[in-house]
């Protein structure tokens, strides 16, 4: 008997742990079936939960998912009446009738929802990397007070006490449907406010004269292993979609559950054991396979949904062919590197599908992992070679590291964000990046136990060089580093000469800036509803390139020749592509306050010669904008185009509503993936309306 129920325990801790869940429920009805005494079930369960429930909490915080502002108010409310239910007694054949029904309700509506996480609901990209009003809109999630999340954290406590669970059933729902946050930070939150709450349960037992029952060794051991491998899946492996359908499974086997012991549908089964000494095996192994049916299926779906080795390469070869060598990248090495290195292994799941687009991608902690091309660029404008030693500075997802690995012999890298320090470090070592040594701390102070160095990289923007960094380049090594203010930086690439540095070649780029001590270090930047655009007539030309305008592909600056046309004077931009699909664009970022503007208006002048679209609908010649939040999550987007007939210059203006969230903003012109060629020039964007 106690083998049956350690099988059973293990394969529930599986399922429920990975949505950040313990259990209880299951518990249970495993010791149900097994005719446990009742008196000992509900202790028993809560025991199982709280083991459970611990490894969940470090595996999720481990991944970097949890909130600690969402938990804190739920928890602090939850606690006393989580105990206050442990000391109540009442009957409970209506309270789990009518919370089964809601639980059921509920666990249909989280199968159907479609999300709107900031980081499952991205949309398809176009060729600039936006997502696009025709695809699923980006939404942030809803703000509630934490007054509403303690009053949520009450009730689920007292259901908790009253119920003999750890309260993750009734928080998920509701956290769900409030829409407060992505699907494993609701997971991550869970699994903590499970932990307290059967804490707290089995205090509230305890304080009203209830004795702790003994726990089997053997199921506590299942209990460890079901929750160690659930937890990593759920926090590590699987995509949010897939943690959506673990969670409504859990829901309704949760639901079934307290509908059954309504009806009293238990008690009958316990009596029909003492009448039939084989209904109990057949019960057990019933409740047993039916959890091996759901766990089968739900990542059947997974890995039916993923991606095959073989279509990764795929993507892979189109991403080196399109955006890495017909960009311009002509060092083999990092040609074969960049074909070596997984990107979608360093990408969150949830956006694995995006992995091998020229575009950015959030990975978390208001951070990016960077477009490939970039990475390519980067990496050969430092000239690596096999003996060098590599300081790396911003290691965040870890991805440039990779790259990096496998053309010199060692690479240090500093991520200042513990959980993408860790989260990274486990992606390099899982993968066997064994020359890749990272740690967690402010890179601003270099890595000087390891100095001197061949070659730096940063991968974040201060606004000066740190000093600890030259110190720390050898004599003759290269550095390469973003430089400048939030919005305007110039990737800087630098050699040291006689103890100083020499500025060998600049670019305009756009990083997340440095945190940490160059953060602190950095000018007061004035709090503007709007900062302006840079060069929007694109008169200022440096190298053939446009001043203030990053990631210029398939485009160069022209004299405008109007030809007896009314029209723009001086120089403008001439992008030209005939390969659908490609980038073809000219890109800058600029500040703006959705809590002082409501409303923007763009105007720019344009001309089309034979534009047409791209491989989709969403490419093609226009002005996007797209809206980010302080974590540079996209919040909203407007446009104005498409231009496919403008044969004379027009002049095209448009208003976009600024979502309150927003507080930055990057515009795109150019073909965007459409084919043919576009003139832009004197592009503008100004406040058209405020709050």
């Not at 829409?179 to 991550?188: L, R």
């Not at 995006?354 to 959030?362: E, K, Q, T, V």
């Not at 004077?569 to 001439?574: A, E, N």
Request: aromatic share 6%; glycine share 10%; with cysteine.
């Amino acid at each position: 008997m106690t083998a049956a129920l350690a099988i059973t325990v293990s394969l529930i801790a599986v399922l429920y742990a990975s949505v950040g869940h313990a259990g209880a429920t299951g518990y249970i009805a495993a010791m149900s079936l097994c005719g446990l005494d009742p008196r000992v079930i509900r202790p028993t369960a809560l025991v199982l939960n709280g083991i459970v429930a611990t490894i969940s909490t470090v595996q999720f915080c481990r991944a970097g998912h949890f909130s600690a502002g969402l938990f804190v108010p739920l928890v602090l409310a939850s606690v006393p009446c989580a105990i206050l239910g442990g000391m109540l007694d009442m009957p409970s054949t209506v309270l789990e009738a009518v919370l089964g029904s809601v639980l059921l309700v509920s666990a249909v509506r989280v199968f159907w929802h479609r999300p709107t996480d900031r980081v499952e609901a991205v949309a398809p990209p176009n060729a600039v990397g936006f997502a696009t009003e025709h695809a699923t809109p980006l939404k942030a999630p809803h703000r509630t007070s934490p007054m509403a999340h303690a009053c949520v954290g009450g009730a689920i406590g007292l259901l908790s006490g009253l119920t003999g669970v750890g309260g993750g059933v009734f928080l998920t729902p509701v956290l769900l449907a409030l829409d407060v946050a992505p699907v494993k930070t609701v997971a991550a939150v869970t699994a903590p406010f499970i932990l307290v709450n059967s804490l707290g349960g089995l205090a509230g037992g305890l304080l009203a004269g209830r004795a702790m029952p003994p726990v089997s060794p053997v199921v506590i051991a299942a209990a460890v292993m079901g929750g160690l491998v659930g937890s990593h899946l759920g926090a590590f492996r699987l995509p949010g979609r897939t943690l959506r359908i673990l969670m409504a499974c859990v829901l309704t086997l949760a639901s079934l559950k307290m509908l059954a012991a309504s009806i009293g549908l238990e008690r009958i089964g316990r009596i029909q054991q003492f009448i039939h000494p084989r209904a109990n095996a057949f019960g057990h192994a019933w409740h047993v396979g039916r959890l091996v049916a759901v766990s089968a299926w739900v990542l059947g779906m997974h890995a039916v949904n993923a991606q095959s080795p073989k279509e990764w390469l795929v993507q892979r070869k189109v991403m080196i062919d399109e955006d890495i060598v017909k960009a311009g990248i002509v060092n083999q090495r990092v040609v074969h590197a960049m074909w070596a290195t997984p990107r979608h292994e360093f990408i969150p799941k949830d956006q694995q599908k995006y992995a091998y687009f020229d575009m950015a991608l959030p990975i978390g902690e208001q951070q990016t992992i960077s477009p490939p091309f970039i990475v390519a660029s980067m990496t050969e404008r430092l000239d690596p070679t096999p003996t060098d030693s590599v300081l790396e500075v911003g290691t965040g997802s870890g991805y440039q590291a990779a790259v990096l690995s496998g053309l010199v012999r060692d690479v240090y890298t500093i991520e200042i964000m513990e959980p993408l320090g860790r989260r990274a470090r486990a992606t390099l070592e899982a993968l066997g990046y064994k020359n890749v040594h990272a740690k967690i701390g402010d890179g601003y102070a270099g890595w000087p136990e390891h100095s001197p160095f061949d070659k730096i990289i940063v991968t974040c923007s201060p606004e000066q060089v740190p000093q600890p960094l030259v110190a720390q380049l050898r004599e003759g090594g290269r550095l390469i580093v973003p430089l400048g203010e939030r919005f305007q930086q110039m990737l800087h690439v630098m050699k040291k000469v006689d103890g100083k540095l020499v500025v060998e070649s600049r670019e305009p780029t756009f990083f997340v800036p440095m945190t940490g001590t160059a953060e602190r270090q950095r000018s007061a930047e004035p709090v503007a509803a709007i900062t302006s655009l840079v060069n929007g007539d694109f008169e200022h030309i440096a190298d053939g390139q446009p001043v203030g305008w990053y990631y210029v592909r398939s485009c160069s600056v022209v004299p405008c020749d109007r030809a007896g046309q009314s029209g723009p004077d001086g120089h403008c931009l001439s992008f030209t592509n005939s390969v659908p699909g490609r980038a073809c664009q000219s890109l800058q970022a600029f500040g703006v306050d959705g809590r002082q503007v409501s409303e923007l208006e763009a105007r720019v002048w344009v001309r089309s010669e034979d534009a047409s679209r791209g491989v989709v609908a969403e490419q093609q010649p226009r002005l996007i904008l797209n809206f980010c939040d302080e974590n540079r999550v996209p919040v909203g987007q407007g446009s104005l185009g498409p231009w496919l007939d403008t044969s004379d210059w027009k002049h095209e203006t448009g208003r976009m509503a600024v979502p309150l969230q927003a507080r930055m903003a990057t515009i795109g012109v150019g073909l965007l993936g459409g084919t043919g060629k576009l003139l832009v020039d004197a592009v503008e964007v100004d406040i058209s309306q405020r709050r």
